[in-house]
């Protein structure tokens, strides 16, 4: 499984941003897909994450202010981030989980300041 994310960048304070993740290759019917985030120095930690039947799983940090969704018949989740915050700066994994396999993708990179 090859992951493609996409949509990262600068956004201010306060402001909107959205990512999409592509998963392509050998994809079964049942899947969890989602987000994390590093800052360096720490461990790498959920963001975000959305089974193919619906469910979701939220850091309480982001609780309110992000919304995961995904297009199965595309293989893609998206994180709709608002109200963003300078401690949201990181770089955002897209993660991908099916039967007992996990794969990451490249990182994006996520600003948030004036």
């Known amino acids: 499984v090859q992951l493609q994310a996409s949509g990262g960048g600068l956004v201010q304070p306060g402001g909107s941003l959205r990512l999409s993740c592509a998963a392509s290759?050998?994809?079964?019917?049942?899947?969890?897909m989602g987000w994390y985030r590093q800052v360096p120095e720490k461990q790498r930690e959920l963001v975000a994450v959305m089974t193919t039947g619906g469910i979701t799983n939220y850091a309480g940090s982001v609780k309110g202010r992000f919304t995961i969704s995904r297009d199965n018949a595309k293989n893609t989740v998206y994180l709709q981030m608002n109200s963003v915050k300078p401690e949201d700066t990181a770089v955002y994994f897209c993660?991908?989980?099916?039967?007992?396999?996990?794969?990451w993708g490249q990182g994006t990179l996520v600003t948030v300041s004036s």
């Open positions: 993660n991908f989980i099916q039967r007992t396999s996990t794969y």
């Open positions: 290759g050998s994809i079964f019917s049942s899947n969890i």
